[in-house]
Structures are given as C-alpha cells and as structure tokens.
T-cell receptor, first 113, second 115 residues
Framework: SQQGEEDPQALSIQEGENATMNCSYK?????LQWYRQNSGRGLVHLIL?????REKHSGRLRVTLDTSKKSSSLLITASRAADTASYFC?????????????FGKGTKLSVIP | EAQVTQNPRYLITVTGKKLTVTCSQN?????MSWYRQDPGLGLRQIYY???????DKGDVPEGYKVSRKEKRNFPLILESPSPNQTSLYFC??????????????FGSGTRLTVV
C-alpha cells in the first residue's frame, strides 16, 4: 500500500535556487528515507531520518521530520542542473521486525541552467 | 564495488513465455526485495525476502514467483507473462537488524515489455 505522498508532483526552478519537497504519510514509522532517481535508472539512497530525530543534514540536503503531523520535507540548497531527477520519500513503519519500505509517487524536479 | 546487479537490462518477450530476471548482491545483505515501477503508480513491492528460504508477498505479487536459495541471489520469475506485467522492475537489498536503520541499495532496473 502506498504510504508516502510527495508534494508537489513536479517542481521547476532556476539553478542556484532552493528546492523544497514535502512528504506526508499515514502510520507510525521507524524511519523515513529520501531517494533520488535519474530518468529510468535505479534509485539512490540520499538520507535517512529516524522517528526520534527532527532534522538532519547531508551536504546540500536538509531533511525535517514532524511525527505529530506525519510529514517530512527535503530541502536542496543552491540547486544545480545535475539535481534534475525524481525524488521519493519512503517510510519504514514501526511494526516489530518490519524491514519493508513503502514509497510515494515522487516529485519530479527540473533545475533549469 | 558494493552493488546490486540485475539482468537483463532490457527484455522484450511474448505473452506466456516463462522468464526469469536475475538479481545478485555482493554486500551480504539479509533483506532483498523486488519492486515494479509504473507511471502514475510509483514503486510497488512485489515480493521480499528476509533471509535464505524466507520470502513473503508484497503489495502486488500476482503473476510472480521468487526464490532465495542463496543469500546473494533473489531471482524474479514470471511463469506466464502478460502485457499488464510490462513495467520497469527493480531489485533492492538492505542490511537487516535491530532498529532497521538502513537504506536500500537498488539495482539499475530491468525494463520488461510483454507483447
């Protein structure tokens, strides 16, 4: 079942601007992850945030998590043309022994040079 | 290099002709999974495996089979493919353990067309 839902579905920005993507989910989670997919290629893991964390940084990426609102956001600062890709959030729910990830439908980001 | 290897990359087949998509990982990961990706539907899980000889259905298992005889391999079998199985398929693997705070490593994908 689809748990994460990204918003917006598509986003177009100029190079150098910041890009913000949001993700909402429905049930209690163990952690939330963000992935990037270049057109037709495999997904690449970007960052993982645990349910007891509120913010995490990795290079130009900043992820926030609000478990009370069941939502997360991914901020890419100073975007580059190479950031053009689809971005997916994925949730691992908090049931015992669960290792499954449920993915949203993604946000398609276009960074215009 | 740590990786998940899928083969073939592209496959065109006819309805009803059995096929196997192979998946192999070199990271000694316990957990492996198959997803299909379709426009407008995102990624949907087909089957997953917690370890050797342990497999279970995901969200869309109909028409697929899997096996996990060795830790590194997790083939996806379509016994009688149909056109609605035309899709982009991904294999992924992950460590499993206390807390499950691990990301997935994905293969490059297999684009399957059933005519």
């Amino acid at each position: 079942s689809q748990q994460g839902e990204e918003d917006p579905q598509a986003l177009s920005i100029q190079e150098g601007e910041n890009a913000t993507m949001n993700c909402s989910y429905k049930t209690s989670i163990n952690n939330l992850q963000w992935y990037r997919q270049n057109s037709g290629r495999g997904l690449v893991h970007l960052i993982l945030i645990r349910s007891n964390e509120r913010e995490k940084h990795s290079g130009r990426l900043r992820v926030t998590l609000d478990t009370s609102k069941k939502s997360s956001s991914l901020l890419i600062t100073a975007s580059r043309a190479a950031d053009t890709a689809s971005y997916f959030c994925a949730t691992r729910y908090s049931g015992a022994g669960s290792y499954q990830l449920t993915f949203g439908k993604g946000t398609k980001l276009s960074v215009i040079p | 290099e740590a990786q998940v290897t899928q083969n073939p990359r592209y496959l065109i087949t006819v309805t009803g002709k059995k096929l196997t998509v192979t998946c192999s990982q070199n990271m000694n990961h316990e957990y492996m999974s198959w997803y299909r990706q379709d426009p407008g539907l995102g990624l949907r899980q087909i089957y997953y495996s917690m370890n050797v000889e342990v497999t279970d259905k995901g969200d869309v298992p109909e028409g697929y089979k899997v096996s996990r005889k060795e830790k590194r391999n997790f083939p996806l079998i379509l016994e009688s493919p149909s056109p609605n199985q035309t899709s982009l398929y991904f294999c992924a693997s992950s460590q499993a353990g206390s807390g499950s705070f691990y990301g997935y490593t994905f293969g490059s994908g297999t684009r399957l067309t059933v005519v």
